[in-house]
């Protein structure tokens, strides 16, 4: 099927799903003193994920988006190494399905995930998203991290109250430019509630006025 739309399905994801059943606290004190059975938690969450990719293989889908908040606005919620041995195995099992599927694999976090960016690169995610509306210097370290290895989706958010179209649109430059040759889908950098959807339509709005200006 080809269409005008790129269709991207939405796979929740696994690490989150493990503290929603558990709870944070509750998945801290099980890595720490009964690792076996939160590795089985997870495992039983990523097989019941497989099922869900089974059931979309049947749909025409563009590319499939895992859904997995990692982080805070100060990092990781669990240390680098324990999500290294407990969930990025995981992970990969799902990427590598996707792939089978002949389908890109997208992958979402809020907070700062730079500690473990590696990691999920290493995963051979092809496209990543969020980062919560990095200034321009951390933008710059961010491509140099990511460069030949995935592209970069997002960094806009929605909270732009009395920011006018020229700001946007200089923001949307230096963005275009600086991924120039290197993989950038314009997005904004999470998702929405309802008071911020008609910041939503003005974004891609102002999204199309830039394009079409820089490619008249």
Known sequence: MYTDYFVLAA????????????????????????????RRVLGQIRKRRESLLEQ???FEVDGIFILDDLAGKNGPLFSPKAL??????????LVDIIHQLGKPAFFHS?????PIL?????????????????????????????AGQAAFMGNFNLHFDGQGNGALRADMRFVMELFAGS????????????DSIENLVALYRYFHQYWEGENA
């Open 11 to 38: 796979l929740p994801g696994i690490f989150w799903q493990s503290l929603t059943e558990l709870t944070l606290e509750v998945a801290a004190r099980m890595i720490k003193k009964e690792p076996e059975k939160y």
């Open 56 to 58: 979309l293989a049947q």
């Open 84 to 93: 290294r041995e407990f969930l990025f195995p995981e992970l990969k099992e």
């Open 110 to 114: 809020d907070g700062f995930i730079k």
């Open 118 to 146: 590696p990691d999920l690169l290493a995963l051979k995610v092809d496209v990543l998203h969020g980062f919560d509306g990095l200034d321009y210097e951390a933008l710059k370290d961010i491509k140099r991290l990511i």
């Open 183 to 194: 993989g950038y889908i314009f997005s904004s950098d999470g998702g929405f509630t309802p």
